[in-house]
């Protein structure tokens, strides 16, 4: 079975530009989350869906940043217009919850963004 | 300040040496993850516990509960083991979401 994909795995691109990071979580997982990593900072939560619906955008750093995930399957993060800080790997993971011991998170390999 | 709180840093050992990370954290969890992510890889999960004990092959996590600490434990120690590994948690009163530490990167010299 697959695991988690992640496209591009590295963008570059300038200051006031559009990226799109693409994440195919497991198959059959309704569970998927965005994370970030900004340079020497810890991973910090980004948002979580399950499905298609958004159930937690608590850590979405403004409105420049725009998740989808249409039809419940892959999901989509846009940056509009890109700013410096927003440099740093973006991992997306899936989940789907087994029982009462839920919510393996299984990672992707990270999308490596750089904003010049 | 980090909800989660890892140490140390960094470590350095000898090859075949027993190696301890610590993690802290801050309020109820209902599950903590230990992670690890080689140098360009992506992140693997080691280990994900609410309680007690857990062991594969060389590496060992324990979960104090009621001091709200974990340790990850590496047993004869090995230069593929070098990495950085990440303790995260996943709060009660948090939903779904992890809260990571900051990552311990570990080196083993041969």
């Known amino acids: 079975e697959a695991g988690v994909t992640q496209f591009p795995s590295h963008s570059v691109i300038e200051k006031g530009q559009t990226v799109t990071l693409r994440c195919d979580p497991i198959s059959g997982h309704d569970n998927l989350y965005w994370y970030r990593r900004v340079m020497g900072k810890e991973i910090k939560f980004l948002l979580h869906?399950?499905?298609?619906?958004?159930?937690?955008e608590s850590g979405m750093p403004n409105n420049r940043f725009l998740a989808e995930r249409t039809g419940g399957t892959y999901s989509t993060l846009k940056v509009q217009p890109a700013e410096l800080e927003d440099s740093g790997v973006y991992f997306c993971?899936?989940?789907?919850?087994?029982?009462?011991?839920?919510?393996?998170?299984?990672f992707g390999p990270g999308t490596r963004l750089t904003v010049t | 300040k980090n909800e989660v709180e890892q140490s140390p840093q960094n470590l350095t050992a000898q090859e075949g040496e027993f190696i301890t990370i610590n993690c802290s954290y801050s309020?109820?969890?209902?599950?903590l993850h230990w992670l690890q992510q080689h140098p360009g890889g992506g992140i693997v999960s080691l280990f994900m516990?609410?309680?007690g004990k857990k062991k594969h092959g060389r590496l060992i996590a324990t979960i104090n509960i009621q001091e709200k600490h974990s340790s990850l434990h590496i047993t004869a120690s090995h230069p593929r083991d070098s990495a950085v590994y990440i303790c995260?948690?996943?709060?009660?009163?948090?939903?779904?979401?992890?809260?990571f530490g900051g990552g311990t990167r570990v080196l083993v010299k041969p």
């Open positions: 309020v109820g969890i209902s599950a």
């Open positions: 993971a899936s989940s789907q919850v087994i029982g009462s011991g839920g919510h393996e998170q299984y």
């Open positions: 516990l609410s309680s």
């Open positions: 995260a948690v996943r709060y009660k009163a948090a939903g779904n979401k992890l809260t």
């Open positions: 869906f399950v499905k298609e619906s958004k159930q937690d």
